[in-house]
Structures are given as C-alpha cells and as structure tokens.
C-alpha cells in the first residue's frame, strides 16, 4: 500500500514536469511597421503637425505577412481603403480638411490589427482681436481708429481668436511732438508672449496723438 502511494506521487511530478517543460508551437506576429507623412512631417505615432492647406499624406507599410486592409480614417471617418493582399503598402494621396483640429488614423489588418494615430491641425485664418480695454469691440470687428483718454498710462488687452493660439504680440507707441523750432518722435516697442487666449499689455502714452501699431502672430506667423 505504501510503495502504490509512492508510485503515485513520482508519476505527478513527472507530468508536471513534462507539462512545464512543453515548447510554444509558432512564432508571436510581428506587428506592421506603419510610416505617415503629413506635408514635411514624418509623424510617429501619437505625434502632431500644423499645416496651412490641405497636406499631401503618405502611408506606407511593411508587414512579414499578407496586408488585408489598410484604412485610413479622418476623425473616424473612412476617406480611404485599400486592399494589398502583399507584405508592403505605399500610397500618397491630398487629403481635405476643414479648418481646425483632427485626428488621422490608419487602420491596418494582417492577422491581427494595428493603428498609427496622429492629429493634424489645419490653420489657414489669421488671428483676431476682440479688444476689451481701453475700448471694445465685437469679436471680428477692426478696433476704432481713434480714441480719446485722459491718462498717459493705460491697459490695451482683448482677447484672441485663432486655431492654433497667438504666440507673441509687438506693439508700436509712436508721439510726435515740437521742441522750439523742430519735431521729434518719441518711439517705444512693447513685446510678449505666452498668451492663454487674451492679453494684457500696459502702454505709457505722450502728450497729445500717439500712434500705436499692434501686431499678432499666430504659431505658423500668421499676422493681424
């Protein structure tokens, strides 16, 4: 009874053994290198880019087995398919975009399915200014072309419209003025950046007109 006992217990441990010892059949699948092109930008997956027009896009792909689709989709949209039935793609096509920000993705499936996600922004405006100090306006009107204070020191700010956000501003304060039998101009330049959507840039003033000149620049220098 005690060696049947024994007996059982060693032939357990073999199979354990056996089972533990048992190779995996096959390979694991190699998953398709995907290549995007936005315009200039080789993007890599998760990456973004800026264009001002409708990009010419290239997809390309390179598997170890047969590619069955490749999809190429706009905010979730099909705008492309294909079929290779081999182990390379590569296709170039203009892509239209409205303006503003989207998200590009290419859908691969070979055995298994692979995605290559990008966002591309599309920014063909030029930013806008909605003053709100030392005057107002709406949102895309132009702002007065004169405006009287009764102080040297005063706030121009407003706030910004544009797809990709303004970078750095550059404001000119020109003040012409007589000194006995000559004129003279007395000139500053204020500049600043890192905006969050408005601005806030005091300007000290001379006596009698003074001219000021407000530049904007978007992240692609895009200019009002």
Do not use: W
């Amino acid at each position: 009874m005690g060696s049947t006992a024994a007996r059982l217990v060693c032939s357990a441990l073999l199979v354990a053994t056996l089972a533990a010892g048992v190779a995996p059949t096959g390979t694991a699948a190699t998953p398709p290198e995907i290549t995007v092109t936005v315009g200039a930008a080789s993007l890599a997956d998760g990456d973004a880019t800026t264009v001002e027009s409708n990009p010419t896009v290239d997809v390309g792909v390179d598997a170890d087995r047969s590619i069955r689709v490749v999809s190429i989709r706009v905010d979730g949209t099909t705008v492309r398919r294909a079929t290779p039935n081999a182990t390379s793609f590569d296709e170039s096509f203009d892509l239209e975009l409205a303006s503003g920000e989207h998200t590009l993705t290419v859908v691969v499936k070979t055995d298994g399915v692979t995605t290559h996600e990008v966002t591309v922004t599309k920014d063909v405006e030029r930013p806008y200014v909605q003053y709100t100090a030392p005057f107002e306006t709406d949102q895309y009107a132009p702002p007065p072309e004169s405006v009287s204070v009764n102080r040297s020191r005063v706030v121009l700010a407003g706030n910004f419209t544009d797809v990709t956000g303004v970078a750095h501003l550059r404001i000119v304060r020109e003040t012409t003025f007589s000194v006995g039998a000559n004129t003279r101009t007395d000139r500053e330049i204020y500049t600043a950046s890192g905006f969050d959507g408005s601005f806030s840039q005091p300007l000290f003033l001379g006596v009698g007109r003074n001219n000021i000149t407000a530049k904007y620049y978007d992240r692609l220098a895009d200019i009002v």
